[in-house]
């Protein structure tokens, strides 16, 4: 679940602290820390999942408080408890998997204003209203009502996002966005009846490996591939020691990708890389890192380095 892309930005992040602090720590120190980057997307998973259920659970204390206040209404001791009943949540409840990582990882949100003000965006939505007034909710309702809250009101709040980045410096954009769609897919197989429907954080041990590879050779290549850089960098437009690391960063690790990982097609390794630029470097990066990795290609291909198509 931790994609090929999330497994290059992770590399990139790591590439960009270790060389900060080069002098100060070892290949094996920043290969662990790119191993706990990875851990840490894999929580963000089920923090989104379990939001869910906590949500949930608030407004089922709302609904009880309101029973239990002076002279309650009827529509308050009688309250539409569909939301509260909701089979997807139950599910998650119900998963041991889930239910033993959350409690070991201690995967909680323990911030309540945050959670009263997202429950309070949920009850106000369009998604919410309209699944409401359903005569009768079915599980393929409970699911589509969760996919659409997730995705179109929770990850794209500004408060969530600001609360995400305030509770670990590991969780970008790109996992968020990542993440929520593992999140929706894991909704969609409790829908069909997926006895085992949480995605493991990585799709084969491959994935593992190549992000850890990835990390070593474009670490040991680093030297060879600036002199790359520096040789195919128009001098009356760059001068080569104003050139962004990140932007160096990203073309060198793109270069060792396509030296050495034979399965991964050429083209794709330079359309991920240029997207990278876009994201993560300066507004130029795009243009700039696109036309010097076409050219790297052309000089490697010369030269035997790079034989794929």
């Known amino acids: 679940m931790i994609t090929r892309i999330l497994i290059r930005v992770k590399v990139l992040q790591t590439l960009y602290s270790y060389m900060l602090t080069k002098p100060y720590r070892t290949m094996d120190q920043a290969i662990k820390e790119l191993d706990n980057a990875f851990e840490k997307s894999h929580e963000l998973y089920y923090y989104l999942l379990r939001l869910l259920v906590e949500l949930t659970d608030l407004q089922d204390r709302r609904l009880d408080e309101a029973k239990h206040k002076f002279k309650p209404t009827d529509e308050e001791l009688n309250p539409d408890t569909r939301f509260i009943d909701n089979r997807l949540v139950q599910a998650l409840r119900d998963n041991a998997q889930f239910t033993r990582y959350c409690r070991n990882r201690l995967i909680a949100w323990d911030d309540l204003l945050f959670l009263r003000a997202m429950l309070d965006r949920i009850l106000q939505s369009e998604y919410y209203v309209a699944y409401m007034a359903l005569d009768q909710a079915t599980l393929a309702d409970d699911c589509e009502l969760w996919i659409h809250l997730l995705q179109r009101v929770i990850v794209t709040d500004e408060m969530f996002e600001d609360k995400t980045e305030a509770m670990s410096v590991y969780w970008s954009c790109e996992d968020i966005r990542i993440m929520s ?129």
Not at 206 to 213: A, C, F, R, S
Not at 235 to 240: F, Q
Request: aromatic share 6%; proline share 4%.
């Open 181 to 309: 769609d593992f999140a929706a897919k894991t909704i969609r197989k409790i829908q069909e009846g997926d006895p085992d429907p949480l995605i493991p954080m990585f799709r084969t041990d491959d994935d593992q490996e190549y992000g850890e590879k990835l990390f070593k050779r474009t670490v040991q290549q680093m030297d060879e591939n600036n002199i790359l850089i520096d040789s195919l960098v128009r001098h009356d437009r760059w001068e080569h020691n104003r050139i962004a690391l990140m932007d160096r960063l990203i073309m060198c690790a793109a270069i060792s990708e396509m030296k050495c990982f034979d399965s991964i097609p050429t083209n794709v390794t330079l359309n991920e890389y240029i997207e990278l630029a876009k994201i993560f470097s300066t507004p130029n990066s795009g243009q700039f890192v696109n036309g010097v990795l076409n050219a790297a290609v052309n000089s490697l291909k010369e030269r035997g380095r790079v034989t794929k198509q």
